[in-house]
């Protein structure tokens, strides 16, 4: 496979990567738990993960051809994004100054991370379009193994910027109570506000 494509890909995909989303701000979230940003950020590269997989196996097609079964991911996904919101909002996590041990443990953390990329429709349908484009049938190598190799090379991106945004807001907010408390809540709006616009997608 040519470097050109890896290096093309790469430009594209770092641009959603750091552009602060609902991954973003399940990680600042985590971020307040000093030991809960491994676990957190090692479930929303599991989610990125099974969305390469479900391309690379061809059934991402399958799916965008079929309306109804798109639709119910969606729902689903929004669903559960609205839910764990709502919980921020209403329930901020505000650890005191010096208090390192999360508030779940670390399969928890691990599972809410896969569900919040995993489930996300954004992430599947960017992969959808993103990742065939840089594909090359006369390379040597397979597409499906292009596909991998490629959203390989994204996770890994993912995840730097991630570990960076996780471990660098718990620097910041584990001796700013208040300052923890209205980003946990502002984390919280924006995966409602998306919750509601994946809907208002689907749905209308």
């Not at 000093?34 to 391309?55: D, S």
């Not at 809410?112 to 990742?131: D, E, T």
């Amino acid at each position: 496979m040519a470097l050109h494509l890896f290096v093309s890909f790469w430009a594209v995909s770092i641009l959603f990567v750091i552009t602060p989303g609902v991954d973003w701000a399940y990680a600042m979230s985590a971020g307040m738990w000093k030991r809960a940003v491994t676990p957190a950020v090692a479930g929303l590269l599991l989610g990125h993960l099974i969305a390469t997989l479900a391309v690379a196996a061809g059934v991402g097609a399958l799916v965008t051809e079929t309306p109804a079964a798109l639709t119910l991911l969606t729902v689903a996904g929004a669903l559960y994004l609205l839910w764990l919101g709502i919980n921020m909002v209403i329930h901020p996590s505000v650890p005191a100054a010096g208090n390192v041990h999360s508030t779940g443990s670390w399969f928890t953390w691990l599972a809410k991370g896969v569900c919040v990329s995993g489930m996300n429709p954004k992430v599947f349908l960017l992969f959808l379009a993103l990742l065939p484009q840089f594909t090359d049938p006369a390379s040597a190598w397979p597409v499906p193994l292009q596909i991998l190799a490629l959203g390989g090379l994204h996770i890994v991106s993912c995840g730097l910027v991630y570990l960076l945004v996780g471990f660098g807001s718990g620097k910041v907010l584990q001796t700013r109570p208040r300052a923890a408390q209205r980003v946990s809540q502002i984390s919280g709006i924006v995966m409602c506000l998306i919750a509601l616009l994946l809907l208002a997608e689907s749905l209308f």
